[in-house]
């Protein structure tokens, strides 16, 4: 497909992707590249480690566990490379990205062209790194989940279960496990625990270590694993860096026109001057 945003997938365009791969039971991954993503896959290959450790995410990753990671890890670049290349869509940064709150634009998406460059990936199929956020802002997103059986794979999984519940309960969502994952070497542990849980779609929002997982739950057991972000932390506490559809709020609306890229990224841009709370959620690109 290349990395010319004219042919990325818009956000409703991913939607139908999903859907299409459930009613048809075929394995399906959609993973994102961020800010942390890029700077996990730059270790020494990309930019010396010493400039990688500079940056605060690393120095989050080492002084806290809000990352789920520790670097430098090159086990962790290494899988990620082989995860990316594997995933079905991927999401990467606009070029002039002004959603994401990084710390320069440098770590943005030319490092991502950097590093896909220098690991020759070239994904099939792209969309926004924030597909996350915008795809639960559609009623065709909630539609899509109606009397499905979905797996949430994150430290906040009983908490989203539970505004699931209670704020879409007429869609019968039924979350049928719910899987708590800190940090990345706790992976395999949870590919094992999926084994015996039938669903029709995980949900994972476990940082960098959800592109591992999502395209590791589609190829190794038939899986349609979409990485999740924050979108459920964010819905949880209110941020209003998502503005998830709401039955209550929006039920008496249409369903929107399918807008495209271009329009998306517009509506990025317009977010741009939004900051998050940092009391209440730990800063990351997710």
């Known amino acids: 497909m290349g990395r010319d945003q004219q042919n990325w997938l818009s956000t409703l365009e991913v939607i139908e992707e999903i859907e299409k791969a459930m009613e048809q039971k075929k394995p399906l ?10 700077l ?9 480690i010493r400039k990688v450790l500079a940056t605060r995410w690393a120095r989050l990753s080492r002084s806290t566990n809000w990352k789920g990671v520790r670097l430098p890890n090159i086990e962790l670049r290494d899988s990620l490379i082989k995860s990316i290349k594997k995933a079905d869509i991927v999401g990467i940064p606009y070029r002039n990205d002004k959603e994401i709150l990084a710390e320069q634009h440098q770590y943005l998406r030319p490092l991502t062209d950097a590093c896909f460059g220098r690991f020759d990936i070239e994904p099939a199929k792209l969309c926004h790194t924030f597909i996350n956020r915008h ?16 797996v949430v794979i994150s430290r906040w999984a009983n908490q989203f279960k539970r505004l699931v ?29 999926m084994k015996s849980v039938e669903c029709d779609i995980v949900f994972i929002s476990a940082g ?33 860096k998502v ?7 929006d039920g008496g609306k249409r369903i929107p026109e399918k ?28």
């Open 208 to 240: 960098v270590n959800a592109v591992i997982l999502a395209q590791k739950l589609a190829e190794k057991q038939g899986r349609v694993a979409v990485d999740f972000g924050k979108s459920a932390i964010f819905m949880i506490k209110g941020n209003p």
């Open 29 to 38: 991954s959609v993973v994102r590249v961020g800010d942390g993503e890029n």
């Open 165 to 193: 519940g209670k704020k879409y309960g007429d869609f019968d969502i039924e979350i049928v496990k719910t899987i708590r994952i800190d940090r990345y070497e706790e992976i395999p542990a949870v590919v094992q625990k």
């Open 259 to 286: 807008p495209s890229v271009e329009a998306e990224a517009q509506i990025s841009a317009e977010r741009s001057d939004e900051t998050e709370d940092p009391g209440t959620v730990p800063p990351s690109s997710d």
């Open 135 to 150: 795809m639960v802002e559609y009623l065709q997103f909630w539609e899509m989940l109606r009397g499905k059986r979905v």
């Open 40 to 48: 996990c896959l730059a270790q020494y290959k990309v930019w010396p």
């Open 243 to 249: 503005r998830a559809w709401s039955p209550k709020r």
